[in-house]
């Protein structure tokens, strides 16, 4: 047999060999969709530029501008597949603690390529050098004029608590100087039972806790997901320094309810639609 004829018949099998692969997704074959989410409007807090509209490109575009300059940033990409599609689920980037600098740890999770590769899970640390401690009461300025008035105030944090497009409340407003005398104070219980109302779904508060020690995979969080009497939380917790009336440390949370929900049932739905077409017929109607 000619040698062309043979390279074209090797040619010819391959293509029809990926063809016929059911499972695997192709690049062109995704369509994203963007996922529903808890925030729209001038409601879309935002931890460093970082939200829940934000992908994983934009994201490490702006992790890599806030540590320019610095040497001893650690960075972690971490990449999973989808189908066969590889993308990132996650970034984390980390600057130690000195002497005389703050410490920053930052985390982003992010959904499939399918429902945009969006952003659900957002973290920032802040460790604070010992002669930058700002004071308490600085700090609750600085969040209450970032993102308003909080839902609820207390054990060392405060909470935004997102349901039908805004913050919730529970009775009387926060103002800097109430908020400043509860933060250290237990949580309210009266105002956790308003939270939940009649429902019995889950806590948002304790939804939010356990996002930031779970494994910031969707797997990992849907079921409480699923299950949180809420859209959306963002928590701001400001542990004490020397002296206590200053912040050693600042960690911020900001998880996206809805969209974790939403982006789950759309990667569901294409690599079940990838399956189907793939094991479809590929044949059509001849010419009659």
Known sequence: MPRHAL???LAMSLVLGLASLPAALRADDIKPKSPETAFSGKLRPDILGISTESNAESARATFDSLFK???DTKTDIQQQKFGGVSYVVALNFSLPAGSKQNGEMLSTSFS??????RAYFVARNLTFAQDQQPSTADMIKEVMGKYGVPTIVGDQHLYYIYRKGSIMSVGGKYKEATALEAIDKPLDPRAAVKLNGDTVRGSCVAVVKRAQT???EPS???AEAK???CDGVLSVQLIPGTPADRVGIAQFTLLD???LVSAAAIDSAALGAGSSEGSMPKGSAPKL
């Open 7 to 9: 390279v074209s018949m």
């Open 69 to 71: 300059g610095h040497t």
């Open 112 to 117: 499939s390529p399918a429902s945009a590769n």
């Open 214 to 216: 779970k494994a910031k």
């Open 220 to 222: 990992a969080m849907l």
């Open 227 to 229: 299950g949180a009497n």
């Open 257 to 259: 309810v809805k969209q």
